[in-house]
């Protein structure tokens, strides 16, 4: 009889549960996204970043700093101005700061440029003459490295893979970036990107428009081929298959985004397009053929999505804001508020954007039934979502992957005892 109400206790479990996991792969909006702020949507696990500051009670601040510069042991030298105030080689970075406001740099191992940070350091002593009880006494108010404890992602976690596509179409790919477009290794990102965009435009001039159901079977280097011999129009989502295709192939990050997925029914206005990552600028940087924006710069600064819908909300008659736009003949540089047409229809405060990680176009089209069952345990987000409407956490995530192991735990274990009482029935 143990048998027998185990396996009718588990079976009635995994069937709530089952139930409970469709609900939220279904009906939650945000159960396969994760929901960063900015810094860990734009901030790369490689780069310098400070994790943790730490009050010695002896004088003495301690950093902690993550990132590829960083090595088990590591060589510090702090400055303040034109000043040497200390050296040591540590895992973390120890020194004694001066009374007041002031600013450093600190020099990490052999990594190009400095950290720089300003900090303020009021001794608890301050705090009593004036009678106050807090224990604040350094506060870091300005940095040129990200302020970030938690994880970061990893450019590889964000750049579209094309590890599924067939060496054939990778090579033809490969020839057009080599004897068509001209791009080289050495050359710098920036002008890799400018260079492919420029390619694809020029081929596709005059084929806006909603595209055949036959150009989404087709790779990206035949989706252009059928749209430069006019067989079909091509809107946002084909625009940015073929531009993530060859800009991978010319070692170029890139990862997709989307905007526009509904909330309580209502689309915000979809739209598909890309950022590519310029690693000579660690920065991440917006870009969308079908808007025929290379990218948008603030002086040097290349900006990325969210900059750009930051600044949007705002008038922007700003000669200092740029675009590198195709004009029809060639990529110009103009004033950014003359052609913002299409990211102003799309970058509003009701819409929210999916950043997708390397591997969804892979785990959302599996195509054996192996990676079927192997996208149910799938233990990682899909995408991340970001938006000035969004305030969900990551709980909606977390329900489902619960749900998703406990389901199968309960199916095991109602397996087991069924299995045990249909034995001891049959004895």
Not at 199 to 207: A, D, E, P
Not at 393 to 412: A, C, D, E, V
Request: charged fraction near 20%; include cysteine.
């Amino acid at each position: 009889m143990a048998w027998r109400k185990g396996f009718i206790i588990f079976f009635v479990l995994f069937l709530l549960v089952a139930m409970l996991n469709w609900f939220a792969r279904k009906k939650m909006d945000y159960s396969y996204a994760d929901l960063p702020g900015y810094n860990r949507l734009y901030e790369t696990k490689e780069q310098t970043r400070i994790t943790r500051l730490t009050d010695n009670k002896n004088g003495t601040l301690s950093i902690a700093f993550a990132g590829d510069a960083l090595n088990k042991q590591n060589e510090f030298r702090i400055y303040h101005k034109d000043s040497l105030l200390a050296t040591g080689k540590a895992e973390g970075c120890t020194f004694q700061p001066l009374p007041g406001t002031w600013e450093y740099n600190i020099k990490i191992n052999n990594a190009p440029g400095y950290v720089t940070f300003t900090l303020n350091n009021t001794p608890d002593s301050m705090y009593r003459l004036f009678g106050n009880g807090s224990t604040v006494t350094y506060e870091i108010t300005g940095s040129n490295v990200p302020i970030e404890p938690d994880n970061l992602y990893s450019v590889t976690d964000w750049a579209v893979s094309f590890d599924d596509f067939s060496e054939n179409e990778k090579k033809e790919a490969d020839n057009y970036l080599r004897d068509s477009v001209h791009v080289t290794p050495a050359e710098p990102m920036a002008e890799r990107v400018r260079k492919i965009a420029d390619f694809i435009l020029q081929r596709v001039k005059g084929m806006d428009g909603v595209p055949s159901d036959s150009m989404l079977q087709l790779s990206p280097v035949n989706q252009l081929k059928c749209a430069q011999a006019g067989r079909s129009k091509i809107w946002c989502g084909i625009y940015t298959s073929i531009f993530c295709f060859f800009t991978n192939r010319a070692g170029v990050p890139v990862r997709l985004i989307d905007c526009g997925s509904s909330r309580a029914g209502i689309s915000g206005g979809i739209h598909v397009f890309s950022e590519v990552y310029l690693k000579e600028y660690n920065s991440w940087a917006y870009v969308d053929l079908l808007a025929r924006t290379v990218f948008v710069k603030k002086g040097d600064q290349y900006l990325n999505t969210i900059d750009v819908q930051r600044l949007l909300k705002y008038p922007i008659n700003d000669a200092s804001l740029t675009a590198c736009y195709f004009n029809g003949d060639s990529i110009v540089q103009i004033p950014y508020y003359q052609v913002a047409s299409t990211a102003r229809a799309y970058f509003h405060r009701n819409n929210s954007f999916r950043f997708f990680f390397s591997d969804f176009l892979k785990i959302e089209n599996p195509k054996s039934l192996f990676e079927r069952f192997i996208k149910i345990f799938y233990a990682r987000p899909y995408y991340a979502v970001y938006g000035d409407n969004i305030s969900a956490g990551r709980s909606q995530y977390n329900f489902r992957m619960i749900t998703t192991w406990l389901m199968f735990l309960f199916l095991g274990l109602g397996i087991f005892f069924g299995f045990k009482w249909l034995r001891q029935k049959n004895a």
